[in-house]
């Protein structure tokens, strides 16, 4: 079965870290570009950062850039999300799927074959 699996989130208080994991099992990630989106309750899906398949290129959105790293390591299949200095307002959940990272950070891919997400709650 072809499905990305988030994981790693939790209840972290305001400046704390977590790192998010991005599974991929049934195909191999190296030749997709990856992104993480957020989705906070009330809002609509954003996308957060985003990491091309082959030449390193990153991209992150400015509500999070300086504090989040994106990295991947194909070897493992996975896709990481280093967040550091949270936010209340990164409390939201957290998603990976395959994206462009073209100008940003957007996935055509349909909402049927969105994965669980991870939640992130950061509050004190």
């Known amino acids: 079965q072809v499905q990305l699996v988030e994981s790693g989130g939790g209840l972290v208080q305001p400046g704390g870290s977590l790192r998010l994991s991005c599974v991929a099992s049934g195909f191999t990630l190296d030749y997709y570009a990856i992104g993480w989106f957020r989705q906070a309750p009330g809002k609509e899906r954003e996308g957060v950062s985003c990491?091309?398949?082959?030449?390193?290129?990153?991209y992150y959105a400015d509500s999070v850039k300086g504090r989040f790293t994106i990295s991947r390591d194909n070897a493992k299949n996975t896709v990481y999300l280093q967040m550091n200095s949270l936010k209340p307002e990164d409390t939201a959940v957290y998603y990976c799927?395959?994206?462009?990272?073209?100008?940003?950070?957007?996935?055509?891919?349909?909402?049927?074959?969105w994965g669980q997400g991870t939640q992130v709650t950061v509050s004190s």
């Open positions: 799927q395959t994206a462009d990272c073209g100008g940003g950070v957007a996935s055509d891919i349909a909402d049927d074959y």
């Open positions: 990491i091309s398949s082959s030449d390193g290129y990153t």
